[in-house]
């Protein structure tokens, strides 16, 4: 150690070096420093310093081969000095701040000023109150002492219940954070790295790797520490995560050996000893600097998690438990981010409650406006009253009064529920999904798939087991159709065969011993080069001895896998100072370069190129057309002196002589051709997007089912692909791409960039009605792009690179794609969920609004009162999302096509049952509210004094009203208009709690709940009367479902725009304000992932809010339909002024009025076409 001392950094830290690194030969800030180096100049630092890396491992006390001994008390040393390889998370949210950020409601805060408003009135008592008699009158005289007092009741229940909405948000939020955390720690054990110890390779979760543990680095990896490279082969790393440098590093030992933790491994292997983890690594240094989780910490996070271009986040291997709001805003936002568009139903959602929001504030505003009229005009006009000082407090307490009617009535208008029911719907669906093999990732991706049209999957693992084994060859001039016996092949040619196929693969790949008694052999590594090394074990020969003679860090020279190589060649030098080359990869590809091959005894012969089409021909398309993935192994000699230029890959790579061509079989996996079948029934293309030869795909995909004999569809390879969708100059053309997609089933040889042109091109068509929705399978770094690209991206949870679960939505932790299946299963049923949830939803919505704003109107009291409704809004949004929002899927749902993006939320058949069902309410209330004490022959509620006592006729129209909501809550299980409402409803234990429940809590109301919640104790008879006309819902409802939906035409006008209503030149205002809009709403502060998703903001008139989904086509759909030329022509025909007022009232959210112009005539958007 002394010999170091030249170095001045060594010196100044010799003395917290003796008591940080306690018998290691560096200290952790030695290690940050150095790691802190790039290039020539660390390879410098690390000879002057520590003698290379050798030198730096003897100090770490590891073997460069061998690694750690794996002893645990070195290991707990090692964490105590070098720290773990851990971020702390962040601290979660408190309750108590969860309930700060629930009470930012504007909603809520609305009421809690009128309830404090009213409480304040309800104590000051102004002098002079004799004359308070004469203040107002026609309103049922004086209250009596009792009344008076009773006064500040009303503002104490509003306050109450706002407490407990505020708690049941809060609650909410905290367990959505709890299950957040929970899913990622679940990610980060999924995290597995290959780490050498004690001379074994063993996988570690990430977690466990420590200073001074040697670690295997493969293509496809994620680096999850800082390390030092030992020995590399054609290392290529991708270090854009924290550099920002787009091009890919190349590594070496002796020229840049720096390895750094969160980035990608792009192309190549090696070994690296990891220096520093944790906190202390590169990326956890970043993140210690933004980690403190202040305001502007958070602010400077998202800029730089901005400029890296994909969050630091993200490419934190160990994805700290990172769990909370800034981190779910991020995703959203790199969702966002990639995917331009929301989710569809997110997009759909944000819509309807912006509109909803709107229409509740119009209705609530007028109420307000109406009862303040009306209360002047009759005391100022009709009785000619002066206004008198000492009645000032009378007035503004009716004032107050009237204005918390109003704010009820905006909030039974506003669905505080729908995120609720989104997001219980969503996290229900994601916590069983996992029980179906499908880890989720954002959450908005499982609803997605339920819209899913096309599916892009690849072969090798998803469709097929992924277990590869040879079963042909063609050796010697011979085709063997199975593995023939070694005694019948040339000594030569074995020993050729065997030597090129044990070192020219990654030395990581091995055949181990069956787990169990009569077990297949366990594949580790890559799949295709288990297959070869299976080979020479059915030859009566063994890898290892071969491998242990010429060990890793002895090849010369490895050219590895990829993408546009299609091959993998490694170089070996021999004893006479010669090199030999073995190359193996497709046999289409090596064999172009192949001159000789090998032939019976095992002497090369010319191999001319018309003995490579016969070879094609007779050999290759046979084997293909079985199945059988074929695999050329070939070798060169060149001579030593003058030693050859390894970077000229052209000429190293040819003029090889060829071995031997292999079949290698994948077998299909059981459950997939009937997956595939349900995936077709379901309205869902599935289409096989594989590297493989076109002749092995075409036969798989007929094997899974993907394509039939006799019918009309294209199996075509990249090549053909890319002739057919570029045009002369090379640009990918849109209307080029619409005539091959449709009917394209196998895309076979293709590169990542066909994956992701094939998936942008569906992506981006407008051929069809709808804007198709695709999900893509894939495992590879390089299908990074197209999982990203793709609505739904799907990554192997066993065969995936990190760099692909990374890119992915939803993780299948089985490989199989029948869990895909599963996936649309679990999406339709949040779709549907959501769709029950609004239909019940909207009924009381449009009920109590319309009671409240002509109860009001007529007799200047709302019949449900402020507290009334606020528990009709607990049952109607809180518990019915809960409801309504847990059903479990079932197969039916597989039975019908997708919806599609421009299939408005609320169908034509949820239509008719919203205005049916509220119809019917409607009719019973106002038959009670003006008639009722005749029919029970009881005292009239209506025209009752303020703070008057609450009456017997008010509490059967509140209980009845409750009474009904119960009962169509059990219609709004069904949206297909289907008969039977109680199928399957014990299947749904929380639904059945949840109704008995409510009813049970309704009993306590009404008989105890007193003046709070304005109820009169009623007797049995009157409950009798209450239960029945809610029976009298379910009667209605089949009355209903016999309605056919054809008779209702005006209906199906209001329930689904065709692409002509979709008015492009909307657009051009909606392009900025719909995404703005949804982002600004997305980061206010109200419920859950959507947070002020339904806040009062924007656009529309209200009769069209009840009416349609509205125009919910998603922005997206939009955009991409204006920019096609045929639609140009509508713009034209479209520019009638009221349309123009429309559209602009869309973009300013002051002008309301403007847009509520043209609703009087019906349905602005149909008013407006020629």
């Known amino acids: 150690m002394g010999d170091m001392s030249n170095s001045d950094f060594y010196a100044k830290n010799q003395r917290n070096e003796d008591n940080h690194a306690a018998g290691f030969g560096c200290s952790v800030m030695e290690l940050r420093s150095l790691m802190e180096l790039r290039g020539t100049e660390a390879v410098v630092k690390l000879q002057e310093d520590y003698t290379g890396v050798e030198g730096l491992c003897k100090r770490l006390k590891t073997s460069p081969t061998e690694g ?45 000023i009128a309830a404090l408003i009213s409480l304040g009135l309800s104590f000051y008592h102004p002098p002079g109150e004799s004359g308070g008699e004469f203040c107002a009158t026609g309103k049922g005289g004086v209250e009596d002492e009792g009344e008076a007092d009773a006064g500040w009741i009303e503002g104490a229940a509003i306050l109450l219940s706002v407490v407990c909405v505020v708690l049941v948000t809060a609650f909410n939020d905290w367990s959505k954070e709890k299950q957040f955390r929970g899913l990622q720690s679940r990610i980060e054990q999924e995290q597995k790295f290959q780490v050498v110890r004690g001379s074994q390779v063993i996988q570690l979760p990430v977690s466990d790797i420590v200073v001074g543990d040697i670690a295997q680095i493969k293509y496809g990896d994620l680096l999850p520490a800082d390390g030092v490279l030992i020995q590399g082969n054609d290392l290529k790393i991708d270090e854009s995560s924290l550099t920002g440098e787009s091009d890919h590093v190349k590594k070496c030992a002796d020229m840049d050996p720096m390895l750094l933790s969160g980035t990608h491994v792009m192309e190549g292997s090696g070994r690296m000893v990891v220096t520093a983890v944790g906190v202390n690594s590169q990326t956890g240094i970043i993140f210690t600097l933004l980690g403190a989780g202040t305001e502007e910490e958070e602010k400077i996070e998202k800029k730089v998690k901005k400029q890296d271009g994909a969050a630091a986040m993200e490419m934190q291997p160990l994805k700290s438990a990172e769990g909370g709001e800034s981190d779910e805003k991020e995703k959203k936002k790199r969702v966002h981010g990639s995917k331009k568009e929301k989710s569809v139903l997110q997009g759909k959602l944000t819509k309807l409650a912006v509109q909803i929001g709107k229409a509740g504030l119009l209705m ?54 729908l995120p609720l029911a989104v997001t219980i719907s969503l996290a229900y669906s994601v916590k069983k999904m996992m029980k179906d093999n499908n880890l989720v990732r954002h959450l908005d991706a499982c609803e997605t798939m339920g819209n899913a049209t096309a599916i892009c999957s690849d072969k090798t693992g998803t469709l097929t087991t992924n277990r590869m084994t040879a079963v042909q060859c063609y050796m010697g001039d011979v085709h063997y159709r199975e593995i023939p016996d070694p005694g019948a092949l040339s000594p030569k040619l074995l020993d050729l065969l065997v030597n090129s196929i044990s070192l020219n693969s990654a030395y990581t790949t091995k055949i181990l011993p069956p787990d169990k008694e009569g077990g297949l052999p366990k594949q580790v590594g890559n799949k295709t080069e288990c297959g070869l090394l299976g080979l020479v074990l059915d030859l009566k020969r063994d890898y290892q001895p071969i491998r242990n003679q010429i060990p890793e860090e002895k090849l010369y020279k490895v050219y590895t896998f990829n993408s546009s190589r299609k091959s993998m060649s490694t170089v070996i030098k021999l004893s006479d100072g010669n090199f030999r080359m073995y190359s193996k990869g497709a046999s289409e590809i090596v064999l172009k370069k192949c001159n000789h091959i090998l032939n019976e005894v095992g002497e090369p012969r010319v191999f001319r190129p018309r003995d490579k089409d016969e070879m094609v021909k007779k050999v290759i398309e046979p084997m293909a057309c079985e199945g059988l993935r074929t695999i050329c192994v070939a070798y060169r000699d060149f001579s030593g002196d003058p030693e050859p230029n390894w970077d000229d890959e052209t000429s190293i790579l040819n003029n090889l002589t060829a071995i031997c061509v292999v079949g290698i079989e994948d077998p299909v996996r059981p459950e997939v051709p009937d997956a595939i079948l349900k995936c077709q029934r379901a309205g869902i293309t599935v289409r096989m997007v594989t590297g493989d030869n076109i002749n092995t795909a075409r036969a798989i995909a007929i094997k899974c089912g993907i394509i039939h004999p006799g019918e009309d569809f294209l199996c075509i390879d990249g090549k053909e692909f890319n002739r057919r969708i570029r045009n002369e100059k090379g640009e990918v053309e849109q209307e080029r791409m619409d005539k091959v997609w449709p009917k394209l089933r196998v895309l076979a040889r293709s590169s990542p960039t066909d994956k992701h042109t094939l998936v942008k091109g569906i992506i981006d068509s407008t051929i069809a009605d709808q804007r198709q929705v695709v999900a893509v399978t894939g495992d590879g770094t390089n299908d990074g792009p197209a999982l990203k690209k793709a609505d739904v991206g799907f990554a192997m949870g066993i065969a995936g690179t990190d760099v692909a679960k990374e890119a992915s939505d939803i993780i299948l932790t089985d490989d199989n794609f029948s869990s895909i299946v599963k996936a649309v299963m679990w999406g339709r049923n949040v779709y549907d969920s959501i769709s029950k949830f609004l239909q019940f939803q909207l009924t009381v919505n449009v009920v109590a609004v319309i009671v409240a704003f002509t109860g009001a109107c007529i007799t200047q009291d709302s019949p449900l009162k402020a507290v009334q409704m606020l528990w009709v809004n607990l049952i109607m949004d809180t518990f019915a999302s809960l409801a309504l929002a847990t059903e479990p899927p079932t197969e039916s749902l597989l039975m019908r096509k997708p919806y599609g993006r421009n299939k408005p939320l609320i169908s034509s058949t949820m239509t008719k049952n919203i205005l049916g069902h509220g119809v019917f309410q409607l009719i019973i209330i106002f038959t009670l509210l003006f008639v009722g004490e005749k029919i029970f022959d009881i005292d009239s509620g209506r025209n009752a004094p303020l703070n008057s006592p609450p009456s017997e006729h008010y509490t059967i129209i509140f209980n009845t009203f409750v009474m009904m909501q119960l009962f169509n809550e059990i219609n709004a299980r069904k949206i297909h208009g289907e008969r039977n409402v109680f199928d399957g409803i014990f299947r749904n234990p929380i639904f059945c709690s949840i109704v008995f429940g409510t009813f049970a809590m309704q009993i306590v109301i009404v008989q105890f709940g007193g003046k709070p919640f304005s109820c009169q104790p009623l007797n049995l008879e009157k409950w009798m009367w209450c239960v029945f006309l809610g029976l009298g819902e379910l009667v209605w409802g089949q009355v209903i479902a016999t309605i056919p939906n054809s008779r209702l035409r005006f209906l199906r006008r209001a329930g689904q725009l065709t692409r002509k209503d979709e008015l492009p030149e909307e657009d051009a205002n909606e392009d900025n304000e719909e995404i703005d809009h949804a982002e600004r709403e997305l980061r206010r502060g109200q419920i859950l992932w959507f947070r002020g998703l339904n806040r009062i903001q924007t656009q529309i008139d209200v009769v069209n809010t009840f009416k349609s989904g509205t125009s919910f086509q998603g922005a997206g759909a939009l955009r991409r339909q204006s920019s096609t030329t045929s639609q140009t022509q509508d713009v034209t025909n479209v520019s009638s002024p009221s349309h123009v007022s429309l559209s602009n009232a869309l973009s300013s959210p002051t002008s309301t009025t403007a847009a509520t112009a043209p609703s009087t005539t019906g349905h602005p958007c149909c008013e407006c076409i020629p």
């Open 68 to 112: 750690l001994a794996g002893a645990q008390t070195d290991l707990d040393k090692r964490r105590e000095i070098y720290g773990k390889n851990l971020i702390p998370p962040k601290k979660p949210k408190t309750f108590l701040q969860l309930v700060w950020e629930a009470l930012q409601d504007v909603t809520l805060i609305i009421l809690e």
């Open 364 to 417: 609530s505003a007028i109420t307000v406006i109406i009862l303040v009229l009306y209360f002047a005009i009759d005391n100022f006009v009709m009785q000619k009253q002066p206004w008198m000082p000492e009645c000032t407090p009378i007035y503004v307490q009716y004032f107050v009064k009237f204005f918390i009617i109003g704010v009820t009535v905006l909030v039974v208008a506003v669905p505080e529920g």
